[in-house]
């Protein structure tokens, strides 16, 4: 009997035991430790930023990033409909609106082409969400920043890594986000990473990530609002590992998704990712494939099933969520490329620990009539 593949497994081969039993041995385990303010410098190096913020996770950097800038409420902020959620209910948490557009049939983000018509008088920012491997295309998005005066949010939980035109994703942003779930191409377990160059923000993110204290005044008193959302010592321990291992991480993944994109590429009735544009290679967070209907979708997610070869479906259209239905949000919106890559679209394992004869197992179980 075959073992099953899932459909992520985490690479752990660099310092990750040797720090985080530093972390055990000191009794550094907790949101005030060594390891955290070093994970912050480094990572934020790496990406080209002057600041990093470490939070609990990714959606905590959005929650965090959405106040730190100033938005509130009636405040309209322009992002995808094909996204998980979390980029979205920050928005509307912080009683902004969340205005969307379609996805690009091609490279599965946001189409930068339909931003424009969206922006109003109450417009104060648009948020980007790079999708499974290639980046939003940000020179129109930064263009269109500056020519209307708007807070660029850069949501790039899955771009580690991954650079547009030579630049790094997570360095457009007026703030820029990550998240470390363990999917990702560094992980600590759960986490997330708030990065920017402006100070100012940058303090106001560390004060909201710890319920608000004044990092100057009495303790345990308040003058506004924030979220217990500090990252521990042991998951900074974990990334900072995991980030000394970058570069073979990205290297392991792209020659996953190569070896898919060959042993694929006769494949009929479905659209595989797109290599890559003008300004990147696809990093292939994850390996999508888009079937030609619904029906040949769920056809091919039954057979892998069967083969006990794990997939997870692509994100589910915001405007098509019943929570914010609910809300009176979206009601008859019709977003016809995104509602197709919600419905039709999946991955296959993908992770940094799969083996070669485990992406020649799915290959072939694909291929198999």
Not at 180 to 201: A, L, R, S, W
Not at 266 to 293: C, H, R
């Amino acid at each position: 009997m075959s073992q099953p593949i899932p459909v992520n497994t985490p690479l752990l081969s660099g310092n990750e035991l040797k720090y985080l039993t530093e972390c055990i041995e000191t009794g550094w385990i907790s949101s005030e430790g060594p390891f955290i303010t070093k994970f912050e410098s480094e990572f934020s190096k790496y990406v080209n930023r002057k600041h990093g913020v470490a939070v609990s996770n990714g959606s905590a950097a959005l929650d965090i990033a959405i106040k730190a800038v100033g938005l509130g409420k009636g405040d309209e902020v322009i992002m995808p409909t094909f996204t998980i959620i979390s980029p979205v209910q920050s928005v509307v948490t912080a009683g902004a609106v969340p205005v969307l557009v379609d996805s690009d049939p091609v490279t599965w983000n946001m189409d930068v082409s339909q931003i424009e018509a969206k922006i109003t008088d109450k417009t104060k920012a648009i948020l980007v969400v790079h999708i499974y491997g290639l980046p939003v295309e940000m020179d129109a998005v930064v263009e269109l920043c500056k020519k209307h005066n708007l807070l660029l949010i850069e949501d790039a939980a899955e771009m580690h890594g991954q650079t547009y035109n030579g630049k790094m994703c997570g360095s457009f942003g007026d703030i820029s986000i990550f998240s470390f779930y363990p999917n990702k191409h560094i992980t600590t377990g759960e986490g997330g990473m708030i990065v920017c160059d402006d100070q100012k923000i940058a303090d106001k993110c560390k004060k909201l990530r710890n319920l608000a204290f004044e990092p100057n005044g009495p303790r345990f008193i308040h003058y506004e609002l924030g979220w217990n959302y500090r990252m521990t010592n042991l998951q900074a321990a974990l990334g900072l590992a995991q980030l000394e291992k970058i570069n073979h991480h990205i290297t392991k993944k792209r020659e996953i998704g190569n070896a898919y994109q060959e042993g694929l590429k006769d494949l009929k009735g479905f659209q595989l990712p797109l290599s890559k544009t003008e300004y990147a290679d696809n990093i292939y967070w994850v390996y999508g494939m888009v079937g030609e209907t619904e029906q040949t979708s769920k056809t091919m997610l039954a057979k892998l099933s069967e083969a006990k070869i794990g997939t997870r479906p692509f994100f589910w259209c915001i405007h098509e969520q019943p929570v914010f239905n609910q809300m009176g949000l979206f009601i008859n919106e019709k977003y016809p490329v995104a509602e197709k890559l919600a419905r039709n679209g999946f991955y296959v394992p993908s992770g940094l620990g799969l083996s070669n004869e485990e992406i020649q197992t799915v290959i072939k179980t694909i291929l198999d009539k």
